[in-house]
């Protein structure tokens, strides 16, 4: 029995150190950041690093970062804050977003909103000219994913970019499974808002921010309350799970991870390849998040797979955790063309930083046993 | 120099309990409830458990609790989600309310409802026969506080609750304060919608619950997204807070906590009052927070007896940590009919469960000092 966690697109453990830094927080600096005695005045101090922190890794000003409870959040507040632009009512977004963009732009929808979802490409990518063509004289905001969830698949973010400031839109993106694994220079391509969260890079749970570009000035709070967060966003400062994300952010500068996990991932999938047919690779293999592995082993059930994989202690995923029980077809595989039946046939392997080459070789082992199996059997 | 904190109606230190918890989850549960393989699963136990027990202790159902972010986000959840009732667009609250409370109201009065805020007696009680003059044909929605943060006043949630139900009323108390220190029978009264938060009973940050009577049955999420929390609450489970959330629940339960604060507190207060002239003490004397001690010290500035205070390590606070800095003049005393001179002068100590008679006898001799120094300058 081994225990192989490939599901780091659902959530990360925490690095010892972040660990460490919530715990220091939670114990000895508990104070509220409003309050304006000493204990308050240090956890303010603390608050004050921590969004310095975070600023400086993303090139942008600490006042232009608001904390929020995590990505959902975020994405929440970047299509419900902004959208009493001068009467305009379209939003251009596109079918592989996140449940928390698809979901706030159907309800935006049902109180008058009008959505486009953009079709992507067989990669999963967004097609500029139809994203040109999608603009209208009511259209006041591009939401779209820097990278796939599923299938990791990288938008091309500076084509985009110049389409929204050619028609001067406000340009959201939704970096909750890139950051710290793509590049991105917010100042350069100029967005406008950009949600973020902790739990995806090794960070604590229940944290997250919105960039908000400084040029925005009109926010409606998604909660509304006490003056945090310059009152774009209310309620009692998480500080613990913000020192964290802070810590979380730094352990990312000058490291070597991303390049340690692209070589575990490059060793499964080829040795997978290697040793199984009627095997396809999703996503955009040119422009793709490093750890993220989407098969089709045709003509298998991911539910069996699944199953099989986790009695010998590995875990990977059908699709995103936010759908996995509520929907058997992932709308993002379907989006890229696959069948139902493919769509049925394919497992998510995230990786992360503790997986080694020995444990992509094991698990590798235990899948060409398994769907030989299962191939076996139908 | 000493560290005496009496600031916990802003926020609390939290138990070593419960920071064990949230440290053991953080660490050895960090799956995805959502996930569907061995780890997301012990996840969701111990989140099926957490919503158990905090339920048992409000003599609820599980499925009625929806976990989020704190206080300040069920506050919205619960004035924003309900707001389609039949075209009735009506709401009745007081003007002692939290800022999550007004500063939300005043938010819905810009977008076309009309809110009633009522006033409150010299003590800070709303007066059951104005509440029911309030009452039109509009009004959906009653939102009050079980207990007030800066004054300690507990409203005598009974008649108000007859009051809501006569008139078929949606019924939301903030108990945000109050959780914990006064038994309240959510069932026995007949409760639609109650907001808590854990870090004000010795918890993490950053997690609360609304929780959510099972006959309402139309909300409109304040986060869309993936299903969780039966779809009433998107993003991804911040079980270590929840986890947390529920060990501080539980050690309030045969707690001897409350009793020992009270000692304290009247200690203080009897102490103080025998030591020091021109001195008041605000609220509802009969109906208090245990914990509570809201003085006027007349004629002096309080911001001067926090920094005095501050200096020998003592924290207190002018009055909501959420205002604090940002209002002056606090709404909860001018309600009270105190004259701004007053309300300048007044300080809020709130107590928890390490202070003690001696933190207290302490603390009175600092105060007297400080006040005889200040006026004697004056």
């Known amino acids: 029995m081994f225990d192989i966690y490939l599901d780091h697109n659902a959530t990360t453990p925490l690095r010892e150190e972040v660990s460490h830094e919530v715990m220091e927080c939670m114990n000895n600096n508990y104070g509220n950041p409003s ?25 942008v000003k600490p006042s232009e970062i608001v904390f929020t409870s995590g990505g959902s959040e975020s994405n929440n507040l970047a299509l419900k804050g902004f959208n009493s632009v001068d009467g305009k009512n379209h939003i251009i977004t596109s079918k592989i977003e996140h449940p928390s963009v698809i979901e706030t732009c159907k309800y935006l929808e049902s109180i008058g909103f009008s959505v486009t979802y953009l079709n992507v490409d067989s990669c999963g990518r967004v097609v500029p000219d139809e994203l040109e063509s999608a603009i209208n004289n009511k259209t006041f905001l591009i939401s779209l994913q820097h990278a796939n969830n599923e299938i990791g698949t990288i938008q091309n973010l500076e084509s985009i970019a110049l389409i929204a400031h050619k028609y001067n839109l406000i340009f959201h993106v939704d970096a909750v499974q890139s950051i710290g694994k793509v590049p991105l220079n917010l100042r ?34 998604l909660i509304h309350g006490g003056p945090q967060e310059r009152k774009r966003r209310a309620g009692t400062i998480n500080l613990p799970s913000i020192a964290g994300f802070a810590k979380a952010i730094c352990l990312l500068k000058n490291s070597s991870i991303n390049h340690d996990v692209l070589s575990v991932r490059n060793f499964f999938e080829e040795t997978l390849l290697h040793n199984l047919s009627n095997v396809t690779i999703n996503g955009d293999v040119k422009s793709r998040l490093h750890n993220t592995s989407s098969i089709t082993f045709h003509g298998v059930d991911n539910e069996a797979v699944l199953i099989s994989l986790d009695i010998k202690g590995i875990c990977a ?40 080459i020995s444990d992509a070789k094991s698990v590798v082992h235990e899948l060409v046993q398994i769907i030989t199996h299962i191939r076996s059997i139908n």
């Open 35 to 59: 309050s304006i005695h000493g204990l308050g005045q240090k956890a303010k101090k603390k608050l004050t690093d921590s969004r310095e922190t975070i600023a400086e890794f993303f090139n």
């Open 188 to 221: 350069e391509l100029n967005i406008d808002l950009l949600s973020a969260s902790a739990h995806k890079i090794n960070g604590p749970k229940g944290v997250g921010f919105l960039y908000i570009n400084e040029r925005l000035k009109k926010l409606t709070p």
């Open 317 to 356: 995923s059908a699709g995103s955790a936010c759908s996995s029980g509520s929907i058997k077809h992932s709308p993002v595989l379907k989006a890229i063309g696959l069948s139902d039946e493919d769509s049925s046939a394919t497992v998510r392997f995230s990786f992360g930083y503790k997986n080694s």
